[in-house]
């Protein structure tokens, strides 16, 4: 069966009696889970049925590309812009960037966020009502401090709230979205959940048995576990929501994560021990996963090998929704088209642009600003650094670098990812004029 083109798919899945209400999305985007931590990708090990349902009877993509930890994959999501373009620092999101709140908001679209912000930082950082945001409920946010978890210090539309140590963050982020759904149900409306889970520290969840004590060498690991359920059920109380207030066919689900799993922890996977490569720029450190779901829109049992990265998601959004995309350069491409079932425009390389905290990070490729700047471009078998070094992706941990004359087919991926890297910006425009101006 051919697949049908976008407008008579929609006219064919949604009847239309007079106008045809708009497409709700809504994004949700888990802090520091590499995709191996997902029954859907293969995990035996992490439980998450309520993803792993949506996977199923949505579309899953197997090679989805965040950056290597939170700031980064932060504004290249939400901007469309790959960090090149628009990284200062760590902490922050330049202000004169155009984000997808902005682009929703601007579309009639009523938009709220919940769950970390941490994009405030320095003199250039911004804010939810900045950012395009009708409504927020944030941590890491001006006038918040520490504690995410239990006793949760969180800002809601400027007001701090008061909560007890038997209050649990993550539960406040998801009841506000779903009370803005609830009053959003005649729509159309953008939510982004940058969830708090899973980050460290891994205290116990609301589920966790409170008999398994803490004295156990892998508390951490089985912590970490029970939050990533928690995440997963997270996800499902939102699901349910849409489905009681009678908008899962008129709303898209997006499921992702910022980058891979904390370093401190080691997990199995199969017959592996993996060891979580958050802040690293190799496969573990930044390989998400991507599902997307919409009941008779989005081709149940889809799974998609094209490759994606975090530019693509502002496009996807605007192409759901209509919206207009900023008036500026931007990176991405939409992936909508597959989660149709069609063949849409699959990119043929990513780029990778990551200016690293960990020092770490970079012993490896960095050069540039300070020798910390790590750029690369890969497509789904390669992987190609601008010092030279060129890697299969199936050598999980950069080991063994791929000499010319490997195979045709290494080398020919060699010359059309250095033709991705000369096809990019030399220097990352905004990094370095805050170095000149530090300098003067």
């Known amino acids: 069966m051919k697949s049908l083109p976008l407008l008579a798919l929609l006219l064919f899945t949604f ?14 985007m888990a802090d520091d889970s590499a995709a191996d931590n997902y029954g859907c990708y293969g995990s035996t090990y992490f439980q998450s049925p309520r993803l792993d349902s949506l996977a199923r009877t949505g579309a899953k993509f197997n090679h989805c590309y965040s950056e290597p930890v939170c700031t980064p994959s932060r504004c290249k999501i939400m ?44 003199t250039r950082g911004s804010l939810a009502p900045q950012c395009g945001f009708d409504t927020y409920c944030l941590w890491n946010y001006p006038g918040t401090s ?22 649990y963050g993550p539960d ?12 959003n149900k005649e729509g159309p409306f953008f939510a982004y959940y940058p969830m708090v889970l899973v980050h460290s520290p891994f205290p116990k969840t609301p589920e966790s048995d409170p008999e398994d004590g803490d004295t156990r060498k892998d508390q951490s690991l089985r912590n970490f576990r029970d939050m990533t359920l928690y995440a997963d059920q997270c996800v499902g109380r939102i699901v349910d929501a849409l489905e009681k207030n009678g908008l899962r ?30 802040a690293f720029a190799t496969d573990g ?69 990551y200016y690293p905290k960990l020092k770490e990070a970079a012993q490896a490729h960095g050069q540039g600003v300070n020798g910390l700047e790590i750029v690369w471009a890969q497509n789904q078998n390669y992987k190609l650094y601008r010092d030279g070094k060129f890697y299969a992706t199936s050598d999980r941990q950069e080991k063994a670098p791929l000499p010319a004359g490997t195979s045709k087919d290494a080398d020919a991926a060699r010359t059309l990812l250095q033709g991705a890297l000369d096809s990019m910006p030399k220097k990352a425009a905004k990094l ?7 300098k003067k």
């Open 15 to 28: 009847p239309v009696f007079g106008k045809q209400k708009p497409l709700n999305v809504i994004l949700i």
């Open 79 to 122: 901007t469309g812009r790959d960090g090149i373009r628009n990284y200062v620092a760590f902490g922050t999101l330049d202000k004169d960037e155009v984000t997808f709140g902005t682009m929703m908001k601007n579309a009639g679209y009523a938009t709220a966020v919940a769950g970390k912000w941490q994009l405030h930082g320095g």
């Open 146 to 167: 520490r504690s995410r978890y239990w006793n949760p210090s969180i800002m809601r539309d400027g007001k701090l709230l008061e909560t007890t140590e038997k209050d």
């Open 172 to 183: 406040i982020f998801t009841d506000f979205l779903i009370e803005f759904v609830e009053q």
């Open 249 to 278: 066919e008129r709303t898209v689900v997006i499921y992702t994560t910022d980058n891979g799993t904390h370093r401190s922890l080691t997990y199995p996977f199969g017959k592996e021990q993996r060891r979580g490569e958050k």
């Open 285 to 353: 450190g930044s390989h998400s996963p991507l599902i997307i779901n919409c009941p008779g829109l989005v081709k149940s049992g889809t799974v998609c090998d094209d490759i994606v990265d975090f530019s693509d998601f502002m496009p996807t959004i605007a192409e759901i929704t209509g919206a207009k995309l900023p008036n500026r350069k931007l990176d991405g491409r939409s992936f909508w088209p597959q989660c149709l079932g069609q063949k849409g425009n699959p990119r043929e390389w990513i780029f990778q642009y």
């Open 432 to 438: 370095t004029a805050m170095k000149v101006k530090k």
